[in-house]
DNA sequence: ACTTGACCTGGAACGCGTTTCAGAAATTAA
DNA sequence: TTAATTTCTGAAACGCGTTCCAGGTCAAGT
């Protein structure tokens, strides 16, 4: 049951039927009537695929996550649906861990018309491949894309960072561990973690109390697992999260040693709940900022500024 | 650019081309090798939507979700993508804020062809409903169907509720508090803690003692703040989630009030932290569950046990 | 030598809705 | 009463890839 079978037996044109469909102009009431009675009669309802393909557009947005449980991405992808639904559009999850292939083919997707547009969390891909595939549809991405001309919605890192290593050094901390989803290549928000803290403490963050590939809770415990057997003892711990945080937290804890004390990131509810210092990033609002570029047609980028909240370890409950 | 062009390019038609983009039998060296250095020269790329209206399928899976922050969906949806990712499949997010309409919007596309299937994690719309659209598409949900023949993937919770509440009873607990994301008509999962409950207890759980709407940590705060406006003292709280469990233990902590006995739910981290025994329903087995079932073409049920993980509150650190 | 079957290839139909364009009919304006 | 609009309507083309089927070639089997 298609749109010409309507048409016959309502005895109009395929076109009158799609004009009533999208109720359009330029319809007589007889037609209309007509051919909503045989809609109704026989059920009929429109194929969305054929529909995108002639309109050429899916309501679909890609959304490029590298890995699936970092809140970091979830928070995003929230704030991006939060935008979506009202407006309409769908987003697809496009994990990727970082794979340039496994991104490559999304993008390719982007070209094939798979999606009207594609957000990309991070990426593995390099801004120039971004770059090469803007043709083919809107891509934004969610940090800052430097000179290059890509969309983008991020957050504006560096002064609560040097808030926070500010905030550290007044407690006179001396030596600080960074713990890092990426390191400092592959990363432009490590690299800017790395930068701040030169800028605070005047020299480059020690290699021995630096950890990569940190994500979560227990990635977190056995970070602060790997100081201890490395007989280093870190007075911070610079975390890139509140649950990575509470993790190291933990392994101090489990092993009667003295705490270190912990910043934290994405004020999560661990950190709330042991009252920990951290960063807000506010990537809900990214989201949203990112939808909105994704289905615009200018290329920008917008940013928001990322929020210190200091709380103080010792008297939480 | 289309398979029409580089038909006429390279001088053999749209069907050969097809096959040489499909690499199927019956085509030629000379033909192959003609196609595909047309293909490279102008750089194309099928049309996916074109693909998938002729071959009648997306390779997109709607999940749809009540609530895009709980951890009940978030953890099927993990599920789902991580069987769907390797087996070329892609996931499409679907709000519904258990809004019928909505949801019947979504069943909808699914007759239109924009998904191959959907899964539910939950619904607003009735069996009935789902059992109508099954025969436009693979339908999945995540609870017990009864006997309605409805394709799900779902956690077989009853024994570990009553594990719960035979624990709690030896606790010698009287005041039972109940924290719930929907009320007893709504949910068959509230239904269900009910029944253990009753099975246990030998009467309904009180009135004055439940909660429904809960779902955050701020909401199992207000619950025990309303418990405590209305001069109930609970002696346990049973809650639908370690969040919402450590919410409701912190309005106690904070008003400096003994702490109930607390059982959260969903093995999250804030139970972890805190030693909460908790319950286990192991979303992310049912999301990979709901997802054969969903491109796979019996209808059928499959369930998996939660499990009553016990932990004491008390010697948390 | 003759049948059989595997191998190639392309025209045309198909999946299905949208849109352009041209022509006809009915209003309104002048 | 013309001229100029506006309203309807449908045929056909378009977006684009897939597949069926018919027709032809060529090597293997008897």
């Known amino acids: 049951m298609n749109i010409h079978d309507i048409a016959k037996l ?3 044109s395929a ?57 970091y991405y979830t928070g995003i992808i929230n704030g991006v649906m939060d935008a ?16 340039a292939d496994v991104e490559m083919n999304y993008l390719n997707r982007l070209r094939r018309k798979a999606y009207d547009a594609i957000i990309f969390t ?15 549809g809107s891509i934004v991405c969610c940090h800052d894309p430097g000179n290059y001309d890509i969309s983008a919605a991020y957050t504006e890192r560096i002064d609560s960072y040097l808030k926070a290593f500010t905030w550290a050094k007044a407690q006179n901390v001396k030596k600080v561990a960074i713990l890092l989803s990426r390191n400092f290549e592959l990363s432009a928000t490590s690299q800017l973690t790395r930068k701040a803290f030169i800028k605070i403490f005047h ?10 590939d940190v994500i979560t809770y227990s990635d977190g415990y056995r970070s602060a697992q790997s100081f201890y057997k490395n007989n ?10 509140d649950d990575v945080a509470t993790g190291a937290r933990q392994f101090y804890l489990d092993h009667h040693l003295p705490i270190p004390t912990l910043i934290g990131q994405e004020n999560q509810l661990s950190g709330q709940l042991l009252n920990l210092p951290t960063i807000d990033h506010n990537f809900h609002e990214i989201g949203r900022l990112a939808f909105e570029l994704a289905i615009g047609d200018e290329t ?13 370890q010792n008297d939480h409950n």
Not at 232 to 241: K, R, S
């Open 84 to 99: 979506a639904f009202p407006a309409g559009y769908r987003i697809v999850l496009l994990p990727s861990m970082y794979d």
């Open 203 to 212: 020299h480059e963050p020690l290699e021995s109390l630096l950890r990569t």
């Open 232 to 241: 280093v003892t870190p007075d911070l711990i610079f975390a890139n999260g």
């Open 300 to 312: 920008k980028q917008v940013s928001v500024a990322s929020r210190f909240i200091l709380r103080n």
């Open 10 to 12: 309502s005895g109009y």
């Open 122 to 136: 991070s990426h593995g891909v390099t801004l120039d491949d971004l770059l090469e595939y803007q043709k083919y």
């Open 15 to 71: 076109a009158t039927v799609s004009r009533v469909i999208n109720n359009r102009k330029y319809v007589s009431d007889d037609a209309k009537l007509a051919v909503q009675k045989i809609i109704k009669e026989y059920d009929y309802v429109p194929n969305d695929v054929a529909r995108d393909l002639s309109k050429g557009k899916t309501h679909n947005i890609g959304v490029v996550m590298p890995y699936t449980k970092h809140p």
